[in-house]
């Protein structure tokens, strides 16, 4: 099982990007994805929650984002989606995807992670 992130790049402050994150598994059916989220690490600093939502969709944010990014999830598709508006040179980071589990028909997978995307916001 896997997690397959896409659409980092650089902006200019104010501008827009939008990251996607896909589940995957190689040779298993996915069942159910419970939580998935993006979390951010700038240098030098702790890898941060930026937002996260469950399959029924209700969302939690981080306060710095409030308002400026919006989580969304396409469950039959496996994908949660990171729409970020006002970028700011403070979000500039490696986000990084996560599902808290993720059941197969043979197994429980818990705390995937991706590979990071980065994101610098400058001009």
């Known amino acids: 099982v896997q997690l397959q992130a896409s659409g980092g790049g650089l902006v200019q402050p104010g501008g827009s990007l939008r990251l996607s994150c896909t589940a995957s598994?190689?040779?298993?059916?996915?069942?159910?994805?419970?939580?998935m989220g993006w979390y951010r690490q700038a240098p030098a600093k702790q890898r941060e929650l930026v937002a996260v939502i469950v399959s029924g969709g209700r969302t939690n944010y981080a306060d710095s984002v409030k308002g400026r990014f919006t989580i969304s999830r396409d469950n039959a598709k496996k994908t949660v989606h990171l729409q970020m508006y006002s970028l700011e040179p403070e979000d500039t980071a490696v986000y990084y995807c996560?599902?808290?589990?993720?059941?197969?028909?043979?197994?429980?997978?818990?705390?995937?992670w991706g590979r990071g995307t980065q994101v610098t916001v400058s001009s």
């Open positions: 996560n599902a808290d589990r993720i059941e197969t028909r043979e197994s429980i997978y818990r705390d995937i």
């Open positions: 598994a190689a040779s298993e059916s996915i069942l159910n994805i419970r939580t």
